[in-house]
């Protein structure tokens, strides 16, 4: 993928426009410290992640799930933050709690479950990190966007004659999958 990169601590102004969706942003580290990468992507008035509550694992629904999810990795760019998010994920791991949050990313607002990953290690090498600790940020439709589609009618047992219903039969034998 594209790379976009900004090696030198230019003002914000001169970073070049961001590249498009889907594309790999790769930000030094004293932009993300500074907090400018995150001011310049949501504003200054609001947060991008708002966290809205809680709710059981079970809440979290396969068919609402509208685009692949993200993985959040904490970084130590406050202190104690990393502490503070792996306490977060283990206890809502043990608790089986699903956290909902609005994530707000380039103006649009979006609905979305943070589910907790706890990290893991290899089993003949513990220092090796198979798996990192953190959050996988399931995207949630609204409520206006799921759709319920409309079901047919449903057949009842004598709607078909008994020739029809010998002529299917024939024909399902005769199928080859």
Not at 29 to 50: N, Q, T
Not at 116 to 126: G, T
């Amino acid at each position: 993928g594209l790379r976009w990169e900004q090696a030198t601590e230019a003002p914000l102004s001169a970073v070049p426009s961001p590249p498009p969706a889907g594309s790999q942003q790769v930000f030094e580290p004293f932009e993300v410290a500074s907090g400018k990468v995150a001011e310049s992507l949501y504003g200054k008035d609001e947060p991008p992640l708002v966290l809205l509550g809680f709710r059981p694992t079970e809440a979290l629904k396969p068919h609402l799930n509208v685009k692949p999810a993200t993985f959040l990795e904490p970084s130590e760019t406050a202190a104690g933050s990393t502490v503070a998010a792996r306490a977060l994920v283990e206890s809502m791991a043990a608790k089986g709690r699903i956290a909902l949050a609005r994530f707000r990313r380039q103006g649009a607002a979006q609905l979305v479950a943070l589910l907790p990953q706890r990290r893991e290690s290899d089993p003949r090498d513990p220092a090796v990190t198979k798996l990192p600790c953190g959050f996988h940020l399931v995207y949630l439709p609204f409520a206006n966007a799921v759709r319920k589609p409309e079901l047919p009618p449903t057949l009842e047992p004598g709607a078909f004659s008994a020739p029809q219903l010998e002529a299917t039969r024939r024909l399902v034998q005769h199928l080859t999958l």
